[in-house]
């Protein structure tokens, strides 16, 4: 390459420390989504006398919607994307996530014999770390924003 010519410029990575703080402002987002889908959850069951099933799927759809938009907003500073894109590649990324934690929870009840409870916390925090997040990297990319 000749002196003169134009130099290409690439968007620098971001820093490990602002790398590690959306991170943790997702982690973040996904307390407030877990507490508002428990929350949901008992007014729908203890005060409205909704049936179990019903108050869990309203209460999954809030705690989905808050995990969006959370993220979305606040971890990963997406608000300049394409909405539609980001709704279409969350709701396929939850999906799969979806299906893992329940195939990985059921693997640890029935095969491992884990409590529920250490086997859900277990299988969440594998498949948030394992998959979602680094799925919502790419869901959340806006043109322009370097590439982590």
Request: proline fraction near 5%.
């Amino acid at each position: 390459m000749s002196p003169d010519a134009p130099r290409h410029n690439p968007t620098p990575k971001p820093s490990l420390v602002s790398r590690f703080m959306r991170f943790v402002r997702s982690s973040l987002v996904g307390l407030v989504a877990t507490a508002a889908d428990f929350t949901v959850l008992e007014v729908c069951m203890r005060l409205l006398h909704l049936e179990a099933g019903t108050s869990k799927i309203l209460a999954f759809l809030v705690g989905l919607s808050v995990q969006f938009f959370g993220n979305r907003s606040f971890a990963f500073h997406a608000t300049g994307g394409s909405m539609r894109r980001q709704v279409l590649l969350f709701c396929c990324v939850e999906s799969v996530a979806l299906t893992l934690n329940w195939a990985l929870f059921r693997l640890l009840v029935n095969r491992a014999e884990l409590p529920i409870e250490i086997a859900n916390f277990l299988v969440t925090f594998v498949v948030y770390v394992g998959f979602s997040y680094p799925a919502w990297r790419i869901v959340f990319r806006v043109r322009g924003q370097p590439k982590s």
